[in-house]
């Protein structure tokens, strides 16, 4: 997967990501009907240009989260297409936003390397929503687990 560098004004694809996104479209506005056409048309045409402008982002951002929550994508491009479109979710606004709460709860999770675990529990918050709670020697994290990603909710020392 060839990335393709991107600009202030918005995003570059590759020749892949727009197959990908574009038999994607084309599922969901079988899926859903043509009024999902219409409202597609405009980002159908960025797409296939391959540059899809800032503001255009958010409808690219959804799509590509859908394609990718419901599974669609690997149904018809298997794991490989499930990839191409993660590193286009990855270079959205909300892709951006989800990788850097990622990196924080990785830089909490490290800073516990060494210590001996005393407890782990995950309490169910509501639908699709987790708590994650870790107790270690001289420190207590907890992390939320929901659909928006990991989120570091608490850290305690002592």
Avoid at 12 to 34: D, I, K, N, P
Avoid at 55 to 70: C, K, R
Avoid at 86 to 100: D, F, I, K, N
Avoid at 107 to 134: D, E, K, Q
Wanted: hydrophobic share 40%; charged share 30%; proline share 3%.
């Amino acid at each position: 997967m060839r990335q393709v560098p991107d600009t202030a004004e918005g995003l570059s694809l590759s020749a892949e990501e727009r197959e990908v996104l574009l038999a994607g479209m084309g599922a969901l506005v079988q899926e859903l009907g043509e009024e999902v056409r219409e409202a597609l048309e405009g980002l159908r045409k960025r797409v296939e240009a391959g540059f899809v402008p800032r503001e255009e982002l958010g409808a690219l951002e959804g799509v590509v989260f859908h394609l990718l929550e419901t599974g669609a994508v690997r149904r018809t491009h298997r794991g490989r297409g499930e990839a191409v479109l993660a590193s286009v979710y990855a270079r959205t606004p909300g892709g951006a936003a989800l990788e850097s709460e990622v990196g924080k709860v990785n830089r909490a999770l490290g800073a516990l390397g060494g210590r001996r675990l005393v407890s782990l529990s995950i309490r169910a918050r509501g639908p699709g929503r987790f708590s994650l709670s870790l107790e270690l020697e001289g420190v207590g994290l907890t992390l939320e687990l929901g659909r928006e990603g990991p989120r570091v909710e608490s850290l305690s020392v002592g």
